[in-house]
């Protein structure tokens, strides 16, 4: 094995090991709100404010060589990402307050799907037959779990926050594509300031305990360095592999809420999240095998693959 093929090859160990870290740190999300009795206002709040500041001196780390305009230039479609960000920050801390953390993730889940429903509205790309497919049979397990919540409107307001929340970041998702020029890792560090700021204007941060101020840290720690490890494994692997690699978030944030607190979601939840999990795995492995057939034809023929 060559050195460079030896040192691509540890790159895309490290990437793999960066992205299921990451999705490790997504996962605790959920447990992390629940196990604070402060109000979603102000866990926005503080995790926005100490998220943004590590988030911030990563940006300017990572990229000292650039002048200060270019590495905090938003411009006007980072500013509507800043925004969307925000806006679906709050309502999914507002979802995990409502209903069970397995809920919001099996919602969650669907981010893929609802991506490309809004890429082919808002770019005209329309998404492979296959990614239609899976998106209404992991969108039947979604309404099989959110069945349950009918029972209990304060689950159903979780598991509608959730859904605004998916939506947010499948919103996101395809305006990073068309604001190709936009610095992603600034925008969520400018995202959590605006958060924090809006979270002071209607609440009161100050009135937190000294235990939930010092989670609510904790939780804001874990929220800059997934997003960090996140960015970092994305740049060693391929997006498929990273997508692949996220799903591991589902089962682990169901893991973490009953280890922690000890949270067991109904049974209709659990099955519904094995058919979004399911519906995952399918469509990413499927693309995975697709491309590597795509490109065995085409070295065979001479080509580079597009």
Known sequence: MSTNQ??????????????????ALFAAAGTFTRSIEAGAWTIACWRGLVGAAIIAVYVLCRHRNQS????LRLGPGGWLLAVIGALSSIAFITAFKLTYVANVTIIYGTVTFMAAGLEWMIIGERAPHRTIVTAFVSLSGVILMAGAGWVASASFLGDFFAIIMTAGCALTMVLIRKF??????????????????????????L???ARDFWITCA??????FAVILWIEGTMRVTATESG????AELPLAVFFAWLFLSEMPPLASLAGGLIVLGAVLFHTMHGTARRKRKMGSSQAAGTTPR
Do not use: C, H, M, N
């Open 6 to 23: 030896l040192e691509r090859q540890k790159s895309q160990t490290a990437g793999v090991l960066y992205v299921l870290a990451s999705a």
């Open 68 to 71: 200060w305009r270019q590495k």
């Open 180 to 205: 190709r020029d936009v610095p992603v890792v600034w925008t969520a560090a400018v995202s959590s300031l605006l958060l924090a700021f809006l979270s002071a204007l209607v609440s009161d941060p």
């Open 219 to 224: 939780f804001g720690v874990s929220y800059a």
């Open 207 to 209: 009135a937190i305990s």
């Open 244 to 247: 692949l690699l996220g799903t």
